[in-house]
């Protein structure tokens, strides 16, 4: 799921950072594959040092050790455990996190973006932009997530919202892992939304409905895989019935040629607004003439309490 933008007083810098450059990491064939079926899972892309590091991070930010509003100093006394029991997400880490930064930057993982982003425009040069960072802590027993669209919540002109859902963790139908519906994207249609009433197994978020759901297949991936799924691919997880944490550090991307309306400001048009918190990964970036917002020191964060003991 991705979620609304919510910065909505940044100051504008003009500095543009240069051509990006990144590695090519994927073959043709799994290029096709991404185009066709709306998702790509490519194992062993972030090293075990890379995920050590990002799990301490995520210990970090639940003790407030970065500094904002959301997240407080925690006790010296308490634990680890006791520090991330409540969190399902974190909103926007990477705006506090020098760690997820670099992981948003990750070159292995902005070089397969720079591949497959766009992949379905003919003329692309496989030019990204990074607008959003999600970190899944969610514990055991905490719920998942109703059937949904990216693109719902992130609006892209061009269709190239792209999730990169890093695995922290092995990822297991018994965890709580992705479930997807090969090709769901195709056809670029938005399914409509409505109450799931079933809050035992999913969060507050409304579930899409209206489509043949027989196809869905689990996405079950071991920690350092990173799983990409286009903006239109409809996806869900079940709640989390193991007796261990699904951490996933989920990054939104898109099209660095594509605006961005991801709010429509007061005076400003649907067909021209254009949000500029964003991070250039790959590629070039044609709108840096306009600056980019400086992200407030905050994160957001998503709580919700399990309904059942462990």
């Known amino acids: 799921m991705a979620a609304r933008s919510e910065a909505t007083s940044m100051t504008l810098t003009v500095t543009a950072p240069e051509r990006v450059e990144v590695p090519k990491v994927l073959d043709q064939e799994q290029v096709r594959f991404f185009v066709e079926n709306g998702y790509l899972v490519v194992p062993d892309l972030v090293s075990m040092k890379e995920i050590e590091a990002l799990r301490r991070d995520t210990v970090a930010l639940a003790r407030g050790e970065y500094p904002c509003k959301s997240l407080q100093p925690l006790p010296a006394e308490m634990s680890d455990e006791e520090a991330l029991k409540n969190i399902l997400c974190i909103h926007q880490p990477h705006y506090v996190s020098p760690v997820i930064e670099r ?50 919540y992130i609006p ?73 799924f286009n903006g239109y691919l409809l996806h869900r997880s079940f709640k989390n019935r193991s007796q261990v944490y699904r951490r996933v550090l989920v990054n939104h991307y898109c099209n660095a040629w594509s605006l961005l309306p991801w709010s429509i400001r007061e005076g400003e048009r649907p067909a021209t607004a254009d949000r500029r918190a964003v991070l250039l990964v790959a590629g070039t970036d044609p709108y840096a003439w306009k600056g980019y917002e400086t992200p407030p020191n905050e994160v957001w964060l998503r709580t919700c309490k399990a309904n059942s003991s462990p």
């Open 103 to 152: 992981h948003v930057r990750h070159p292995r993982i902005c070089g397969a973006l720079s591949q497959i982003t766009a992949a379905h425009l003919p003329y692309w040069d496989g030019s990204v932009k990074c607008m959003q960072s999600m970190l899944f802590v969610k514990p055991p027993q905490f719920q998942g997530q109703a059937w949904h669209q990216d693109e719902i």
């Open 156 to 228: 892209t002109r061009d269709r190239s919202l792209i999730g990169a859902w890093t695995a922290m963790d092995d990822a297991t139908v018994e965890n709580g892992c992705l479930w997807v519906i090969p090709g769901s994207h195709r056809t670029g249609c938005l399914y409509p939304q409505r109450e799931h009433q079933n809050p035992d197994e999913f969060d507050f978020a409304p579930e899409s409905y209206g489509f043949d759901e027989s196809g869905e297949v689990p996405v079950e991936v071991k920690t350092g895989t990173v799983v990409f």
